[in-house]
């Protein structure tokens, strides 16, 4: 393959990221007025686009929304994702998040939704909201036996939590780089050190020292905020020396700002 047959063929990856109510959801939720968004909802953000300001009701029908209900006495999220990530068709139930769940087999009106990334064409996007939650589960995951003790709640995170945590990260996230899939990450916001000592903003994915490092995951990595009263998205290299963003793509969305904020560039292929 060639590199032009491989730019026509390749999806995106995107990870877009910033502090609470900054207008995360509401960006990733406008592709469904040109996408199927098939949306892994973990902490349950679809809210947001049930305004009508911010999603019209006929583009509803183009999110496929799986609930994952994910907490730290039930970290399923980790699990779920992971397991979708792995291919094949998955039936998660809407009560518990699980895939195959044994205990709604047995209802007769227990309600699924179904996902098979190996169905997933280019009009396709997994969206994972949030990394945030995914890293929240895969500690709780860890360190479960010992929440469930009495006076669990009062358990330190010892190094070997941590580590585990991030492989159980890192196994997520390599998926998403090689599979051939468009896919939009929502994450927040977390400063961490750099190697020259300065701090900056970054991605939250589990530790400080691995959100520094999550971007490498991605092909753009968004940053948002709220600029004179307006929602504002930057994907340049350049945009501030304390603040991570990027991208592989020959495209900028930088200049967008308000109604006309889109990150519809980054995933439309010419």
């Not at 502090?19 to 892994?40: D, I, Q, Y």
């Not at 909802?41 to 496929?64: C, M, S, V, W, Y």
Request: proline fraction near 5%.
């Amino acid at each position: 393959m060639n590199l032009d047959d491989y730019n026509k063929s390749s999806r995106t990856k995107a990870l877009i990221y910033g502090p609470p109510k900054s207008g995360k959801t509401a960006l990733v939720g406008k592709l469904a007025e040109h996408f199927k968004l098939h949306w892994l909802d973990l902490e349950q953000g679809i809210k947001t686009l049930l305004n009508p300001a911010i999603l019209k009701p006929e583009f509803r029908k183009n999110i496929n929304v799986i609930n994952v209900p994910d907490h730290r006495m039930y970290p399923i999220a980790i699990d779920t994702v992971r397991d979708i990530l792995k291919g094949g068709p998955k039936k998660i139930c809407y009560v518990h998040g699980k895939v195959n769940c044994p205990i709604c087999a047995k209802q007769a009106d227990a309600r699924y939704s179904e996902i098979n990334l190996a169905e997933f064409g280019d009009n396709d996007i997994l969206v994972i909201d949030s990394l945030s939650q995914l890293s929240n589960s895969a500690m709780s995951k860890v360190i479960l036996k010992e929440l469930q003790k009495p006076g669990g709640e009062e358990y330190k995170c010892t190094f070997h939590d941590y580590a585990t945590q991030g492989a159980l990260l890192d196994a997520v996230l390599s998926l998403i780089q090689v599979l051939d899939l468009n896919i939009c990450v929502i994450s927040h916001e977390v400063e961490s050190e750099m190697t020259d000592g300065k701090d900056k903003i970054v991605p939250l994915a589990g530790t400080r020292n691995f959100s520094k490092l999550s971007a490498k995951y991605f092909d753009t990595v968004v940053y948002t905020s709220i600029l004179n009263k307006q929602h504002r998205a930057y994907s340049d290299t350049t945009y501030a020396p304390n603040v991570l963003t990027g991208s592989r793509l020959p495209v900028s969305i930088d200049e967008s700002k308000g109604d006309a904020l889109s990150i519809l560039p980054l995933f439309k292929r010419s």
